[in-house]
């Protein structure tokens, strides 16, 4: 029984310990904040466009308990969150998302209908915006 037993210890000792996946990899986290980033991007850039501010900053706080509620500490959240490095990354990724949805990211009368599409169907980027 104990060769058993110290056979089982060593096993588990030799596992690795199963690590959280960067916040970068939680689809739910980088998904949500990208739609922010996008719908942020769009007000900045188009006049007769506004943020709903307080639905954003509300959005930002649910995704910031869920990552906590997964296990993730204040310093990996504020890691990714405001690493340039990550900030870089979003864009590209959201590029790459309005380019899948017909849109060109620099083009302003592009990014502007999108926009408004958005606040008319209700869509993920457009609950940010009015």
Known sequence: MRLILTSFLCLCLALPASAKPPLREVSEIDDGLMAIAIADEIRKTCDDINARMIRA????????????????????????????????????KA??????????????????????DQIAS?????????
């Open 57 to 92: 900053l509300s959005q930002i706080k649910e995704l910031e308990k869920r990552a906590k509620a997964l296990g993730y500490s204040d310093d990996e959240i504020d890691d990714y969150v405001n690493s340039s490095a990550e900030k870089k990354r979003m864009r590209q």
């Open 95 to 116: 590029e790459a998302y309005l380019a899948a949805q017909g849109v060109n990211a620099k083009d302003k009368k592009a990014l502007c209908r999108y926009g408004r």
């Open 122 to 130: 209700g869509g993920p980027v457009g609950f940010f915006l009015r």
